[in-house]
């Protein structure tokens, strides 16, 4: 299983790391950025021969894994000490113990739900994974045709990890580990932010424990979103620029640039979330590591240009501009839809502020959040705004607007809320002003960076109902800040605030709404896997979207085609064609956009299309012409056997040829 060659590669680096002295958390985070930075650096590299293959993959992460291993032959810098201590466990007392016990069985938990269900969230099959379909059906991730402009423009390194998982292991069932590995490395990240902080062992278990237990991290860490990605990353950032207070070598210089490029390389709202952690973090410093620091601002922004340049240069050939289109694809206008606040004053930025803490306190009874949504309305109302202003509120894809409201959805990945953490924050805080002389500068200017981060973020970018897992990285880094306030102010209070986010952990982890693993109905551990694609709200389609898959892919046609104008689900259907472990040419088709222009020459006409929902459509009619055969899969259309190769090369537009593209 070529799959393995990135674990050797994880471990052989650790180990290095680990020689040279450091722990076991601090090795294993160090070196994710090498492989990181790997995957980034090898995806665009082999994208420009079009060798983005499997053989290709294999073999550059054959060579990785060997020069980690070189890696981890090097000296000792403590011959005498072991690498990993054996009587760590003992050394821990009994809460301690119960604490590790309980966060590991959660982890376990998320990830055996990871590992047993398809990818599945909504805007996943959208635009997440079918990118990654067309990078490997077109060898490379260059421009092409799409109905959905988010797959050409929207920072990709969550997707290049699922590819080259994907094309080393031969299918998607490791797709969803990429979010579980950033989960658990957030745990490890915000317990090392603890101890540069001054926490000692406890605060750093808590630290752990309180972020292995957000409630919208539990339910993303088993999917392919990113946000657990962008908030790894944004943690491990924090991590590294605490340690420049001590030590301002090069590595460490290569080190932050990365993790930074690497943050705003997996999500937009890196952009948002950084200015103010690395700003607070300027201020923790003396003035030589300040000036070292400054002095080196143009070898970050050299590895920032040299990890996203090559998708900036796409961008700003598809958009105009190096961040791609500034709204997503749906129905009504291209304002409504757009990603970002462009008219920002200061009771405008207050206002959003309001609207996004009134996502985590959303409660059970609904009478309760009904008077909630009342009592923030006129908040905003009285700074002169209005709660549901079109202007600063985002439309859904099918073009309505979800006017400001609080829901409770506590199971769903989408809309859920923080509701336990929000209040352990917010507690927190008012415990470490009121007691503030006894924490350090840095622990203050730290809060201060985490809430500045949430009104940047707040203020840059439009409201939306499903708006707080976005606030991730928040949450994560503010569970760092809340162990080291309750294990100096009220420690006797730590074993009870560990017991209640640890027993909402394992609720969430068992009872996600897209993935459970237990329900008297749907279920991830007794439904098929291939039934588990349609769990977000789209169970009824599974029949249609399998059989339409297993006829399409029966036929000796190695190039088909999707149209899905009509129903902007596509995924599924993509990985079930390829189900049986023969990767066939996917594309779209019908595509009516200004990316018909990357089309790229020599590519063959599909010879098969699957039209989502076109029964009783004019797409049908269309693909009528062309093809002989048409068999109907409830309201799916599979079109094969083409009249003539020429006559669907046109109608679809592509390029006429009568080779198709190896693999």
């Known amino acids: 299983m070529s799959a393995i060659l990135v674990v050797l590669a994880c471990v052989f680096l650790a180990l290095g790391f680990m020689r040279r002295g450091s722990g076991l958390r601090q090795a294993l985070v160090y070196s994710s950025i090498p492989i990181s930075i790997f995957i980034a650096f090898s995806t665009e590299a082999l994208s420009v021969f079009h060798a983005l293959t499997r053989m290709w993959i294999a073999l550059i992460w054959v060579v990785f894994a060997v020069t980690g291993f070189l890696f981890s032959r090097g000296p000792r810098a403590n011959p005498s000490a072991p690498l990993v201590s054996l009587n760590l466990w003992h050394d821990l007392d009994k809460s301690e113990r119960w604490m590790l016990a309980s966060l590991t069985l959660i982890a376990g938990l998320v990830g055996l739900t990871a590992l047993l269900s398809a990818p599945n969230t909504w805007d996943a099959m959208e635009y997440h994974m079918p990118r990654v379909v067309e990078w490997i059906s077109n060898r490379g991730v260059q421009l092409y045709p799409t109905i959905d402009h988010q797959q050409l423009s929207m920072p990709p390194f969550s997707e290049y990890a699922i590819l080259h998982l994907q094309l080393l292991f031969g299918s998607d069932r490791l797709a969803n580990m990429v979010q579980w590995f950033a989960y658990v490395g957030c745990m490890l990240a915000v317990s090392l932010i603890a101890r540069e902080l001054g926490g000692d062992r406890r605060a750093q278990i808590l630290a752990a424990v309180i972020s292995g237990t957000i409630e919208t991290g539990i339910l993303g860490a088993s999917g392919t979103k990113n946000d657990y990605t962008l908030t790894y990353w944004v943690a491990t950032s924090v991590f590294l620029l605490l340690q420049w207070k001590k030590q301002q070598g090069w590595a460490l210089t290569l080190a932050i640039a990365s993790a930074l490029s690497l943050s705003v390389f997996c999500k937009g709202t890196g952009y948002a979330f950084l200015p103010p952690l690395v700003v607070f973090c300027f201020f923790m410093w003396n003035a030589k590591a300040q000036k070292t620091f400054l002095l080196r601002l143009p070898i970050l922004a050299l590895v920032c240009v040299m990890v996203s340049g090559p998708l900036w240069a796409r961008n700003h050939e598809f958009s105009g501009s190096i961040l791609g289109l500034p709204y997503f694809d749906g129905a009504g206008p291209d304002e409504g839809r757009m990603y970002g606040n ?14 996004n803490v009134a996502l985590n306190l959303a409660v059970p009874v609904g009478k309760v959040n009904g008077l909630t949504t009342k009592a923030f309305s006129a908040a905003i109302h009285a700074l002169g705004v209005d709660p549901s202003d079109p202007s600063q509120l985002v439309l859904s894809q099918a073009g309505y607007l979800p006017p ?18 929000f209040i352990l924050l917010i507690a927190t805080g008012v415990l470490c002003l009121w007691k503030r002389k006894e924490f350090s500068r840095e622990t203050l200017l730290f809060a201060f960076g985490i809430a500045g981060s949430f009104v940047l973020y707040a203020t840059l970018l439009r409201w939306s109902p499903w708006n707080a897992r976005y606030q991730l ?62 769990f977000d709200h789209h169970w009824d389609s599974a029949d249609s979207f399998i059989q339409a898959a297993k006829a399409a892919s029966g036929k000796t046609c190695e190039s088909i085609g999707i149209d899905a104008n009509e129903n902007h689900f596509e995924y599924p259907l993509m990985a079930l064609l390829n189900r049986d472990g023969h990767l066939r040419t996917i594309s779209y088709v019908g595509v009516h956009n200004s990316t018909i222009a990357y089309e790229r020459h020599g590519r063959v006409a599909p010879c098969t299309v699957v039209c989502l929902s076109c029964a009783l459509k004019p797409e049908e009619e269309q693909y009528r012409k062309q093809f002989k055969t048409m068999e109907t ?24 040829t009568q080779k198709a593209q190896p693999f």
């Not at 462009?342 to 609207?355: D, F, K």
């Not at 309201?635 to 006559?647: E, H």
Request: with cysteine; aromatic share 10%.
């Open 633 to 656: 899969f409830g309201d799916i259309l599979v079109f094969s056997d083409p009249v003539s190769t020429a006559m669907s090369a046109v109608a679809l537009n592509l390029p006429v």
């Open 404 to 421: 400001f409201n609080i829901d409770f959805r506590p199971f769903s990945e989408t809309q859920a809320g923080n509701q336990l953490h």
């Open 342 to 355: 462009r008219h920002i004053t200061l009771t405008r930025s207050a206002a959003n502020v309001l609207r």
């Open 473 to 534: 990285p928040v949450f994560v880094l503010g569970a760092a800040f809340s162990a080291i306030v309750l294990v100096r102010i009220t420690p006797r209070w730590t074993s009870a605030v560990a017991a209640c986010v640890l027993l909402l952990g394992l609720a969430l982890s068992i009872k996600n709404s897209s993935r459970p693993l237990i329900d008297r109905q749907y279920s991830v551990i007794t439904s098929p896997r291939e039934r588990t694609y349609f």
